[in-house]
């Protein structure tokens, strides 16, 4: 009996330790995929910006000088992300002081546009009457172009910064409002049939049915409408003047140094990527089966 139970558990033990040398096993396997999977997607970055380079030194081979080339500009990048906060100036700062300037900027107007978005947005896709009644007027003025808007801005708030932000507000809501009010709208009636079935109130309805399910939509829109306003920041600055990453192209261009010209279009580009992927990895954390 002793031998009896000896042996088993002793055959207990090695079927435990092959199942965990092979748990061990699959989750090797797993992290090597995943390591190779980023190497991949690393190898065609790195491809295309080759690629990038290579037709920016041939085009400013071909200007004679006139387009700086990847080398000369490079240098100049170097020299303003050394030492990005300085500040000698009302117009002599470091890059990083201006880029926080329309970072600020950006994120005000964002939000804003958001608090009138995602509940316009609501209504219209809830609310038959209220899509019939606002549908036209978002087709009227999605369209408009913000430097359009600037001078409106400027008298409703008498104040360059503050217009900046209002275009920022008024061109990236539309994003957001259009893709919230498509996912409410497309709600199935399963989901309202069961709310009324629960006798669920508005209050509940709307957290616990309506915005679970558009949410995917919304953070979409959010996703959208950070991109918009990132890209608006850089024609506000350029008309509203004084700080800014849009000011510092400007005044780069009038003092001639196009080397900072493309240095502040490569960080502008780098800013947007990274807010683009924040955004991105939140919608597929609310997106379902992601």
Request: aromatic share 14%; charged share 15%.
């Amino acid at each position: 009996m002793k031998r009896a139970i000896a042996i088993t558990a002793s055959f207990t033990r090695d079927l435990l330790r092959r199942n965990e040398d092979f748990s061990y096993s699959e989750s090797f396997i797993a992290i090597t995929r995943k390591i190779a999977h980023a190497l991949k997607n690393a190898s065609f970055s790195l491809l295309g910006f080759f690629i990038l380079i290579a037709i920016w030194y041939v085009v400013s081979r071909t200007t004679s000088g006139g387009l700086p080339t990847p080398v000369a500009t490079f240098r100049v990048f170097w020299e303003l992300v050394k030492d990005p906060f300085y500040d000698y100036g009302p117009n002599d700062k470091g890059i990083g002081l201006q880029l926080g300037s329309s970072l600020i900027r950006v994120s005000s107007g964002f939000l804003l546009g958001s608090v009138v978005a995602i509940p316009v947005g609501l209504l219209m896709g809830a609310n038959a009457f209220c899509r019939k009644v606002f549908h036209p007027i978002v087709q009227i003025l999605k369209p408009v172009s913000p430097l359009a808007w600037f001078p409106i801005g400027l008298v409703a708030f008498e104040s360059a910064s503050k217009a900046t932000i209002f275009i920022i507000v008024i061109t990236s809501l539309w994003p957001t409002l259009i893709n919230t009010a498509f996912g409410v709208a497309s709600l199935p009636e399963d989901h309202k049939n069961v709310a009324r079935a629960f006798g669920f109130s508005k209050w509940k309805y709307l957290t616990k049915v309506l915005l679970p399910f558009s949410l995917p939509h919304i953070i979409t829109g959010l996703r959208l409408s950070v991109g918009v306003a990132w890209l608006v920041i850089v024609a506000g600055e350029m008309l509203s003047g004084g700080m800014g990453i849009g000011f510092f192209v400007w005044d780069s261009w009038n003092a001639l140094s196009l080397e900072k010209v493309i240095s502040a279009i490569l960080i502008i580009g780098f800013v947007g990527l990274l807010l683009d992927k924040g955004f991105s990895f939140l919608e597929k954390k609310v997106t379902w089966g992601s």
